[in-house]
Nanobody, 123 residues
Framework: QLQLVESGGGLVQPGGSLRLSCAAS????????IGWFRQAPGKEREGVSC????????NYADSVKGRFTISRDKARNTVSLQMNSLKPEDTAVYYCAARSAFCSNWYNAYPYWGQGTQVTVSS
């Protein structure tokens, strides 16, 4: 069974950084596009970033462009989301999700999900 596990969340001050990691259990991430989504209380789940299965294509939400970077570590079978210059509005539960090959901005296109990790940006 395909399982994803997120880690790296926590409490950070505005302007700080966090690095989220998405690890796979039971399968290699190489064959899947991996998306990062987030959901704040009372808001809909939104796409943050995605990397294609080849790693050759990445995309970012306008709200995080220039601050977040998605990357693959094939040796560790993980996908990371480096988050810099964090803002209070980045506070949310962050999820990683997997689908075949290509990225999609539509969260319903992803059949496999992790349990989420909380990111709180506050002074």
């Amino acid at each position: 069974q395909l399982q994803l596990v997120e880690s790296g969340g926590g409490l950070v001050q505005p302007g700080g950084s966090l690095r989220l990691s998405c690890a796979a259990s039971g399968f290699t991430l190489d064959y899947y596009a991996i998306g990062w989504f987030r959901q704040a209380p009372g808001k809909e789940r939104e796409g943050v970033s995605c990397i294609s299965s080849s790693g050759g294509s990445t995309n970012y939400a306008d709200s995080v462009k220039g601050r977040f970077t998605i990357s693959r570590d094939k040796a560790r079978n993980t996908v990371s989301l480096q988050m810099n210059s964090l803002k209070p509005e980045d506070t949310a539960v962050y999820y990683c999700a997997a689908r075949s090959a290509f990225c999609s901005n539509w969260y319903n296109a992803y059949p496999y999900w992790g349990q989420g990790t909380q990111v709180t940006v506050s002074s």
